[in-house]
């Protein structure tokens, strides 16, 4: 539920936890995101601490949605990426929904929250079919969109390609370790992007994570038949999907 067509959003990162208000009818945000520092070790009850800290600075009183890097199952957390591990089958909804007091929250998946901004508000947001968001990084997080409707928790970073995981392919995390050319790294990008497109037909690959600032450097040298657009949102649509799915009710 929103106030005044507004929503608050908070986006749980390895590094940082940020949160804003968000304007819902433009994805913009609604005054300045505040950040703090991710605790480590970055237990449950350590980040639902945070949490709360930031919700109260930014003095909001109404619902709040909630990003996580994990795998979300009515509420629990199922998988735990760049968060302690503890997080694994810790209902989370519970937790943050304590930690503020009882009020009413939403939580999702870090890449299924960008990817439903960037099909509202950023680089999909013309495009009347099937999205899929495949965000470049340590690892590549993955969303797919209907139509403006969520299929929640995909995880084709994982899927096998050629004997070895896509993350383990062309996460930009790869490109850095291995120090690859834009041209090198993108071959490996290309076989992951085929793949995919065979197997689901999307209409367009928004890429996301850091190196798609660099977007002019490689896009143009992958070898798939689908359109690829780098996202617009950037560093502020974990927090924008965080707070759609709060205002839609969404809660995979």
């Known amino acids: 539920m929103s106030t005044r067509g507004r929503a608050f959003g ?5 590094s940082g936890v940020k949160g804003a208000v968000v304007d819902l009818a433009t994805g913009d945000l609604a005054h300045e995101r505040i950040k703090i520092a991710t605790p480590h070790p970055a237990t449950p009850n350590a980040v639902a ?28 957390a199922r998988t735990a990426a760049n968060i302690d591990k503890s997080w694994v089958d810790t209902d989370a909804h519970q937790l943050f929904s304590l930690a503020l007091g009882g009020r009413e929250v939403v939580v999702l998946n870090d890449a299924d929250a960008a990817g439903m901004a960037e099909d509202q508000y950023g680089a999909a947001k013309n495009i009347d079919g099937l999205v899929m968001l495949l965000t470049f990084g340590t690892g590549i997080g993955s969303a797919l969109m209907y139509r403006g409707t969520l299929m929640p928790n995909t995880e084709f970073g994982h899927i096998d390609i ?66 690829v657009v780098a996202a617009h949102l950037r560093n502020t649509a974990g927090i924008v999907g965080a707070a759609m799915a709060v205002d839609a009710g969404i809660a995979p």
């Open 162 to 227: 050629g004997g070895k995981e896509a993350e383990h392919r062309a996460a930009s995390s790869v490109k850095e370790r291995k120090n690859l050319s834009y041209k090198e790294w993108a071959a490996q990008v290309t076989k992951v992007l085929v793949t995919l497109e065979n197997l689901l037909w999307p209409d367009v690959f928004v890429a996301g994570g850091g190196i798609s600032r660099d977007a002019e450097h490689w896009i143009p040298l992958l070898g798939n038949r689908t359109p």
């Open 10 to 14: 908070i986006d749980i990162g390895g």
């Open 49 to 76: 601490e945070t949490v709360s800290e930031l919700v109260a600075k930014a003095d909001w009183d109404g619902p709040v949605g909630i990003t996580l890097p994990s795998v979300m199952v009515n509420g629990i």
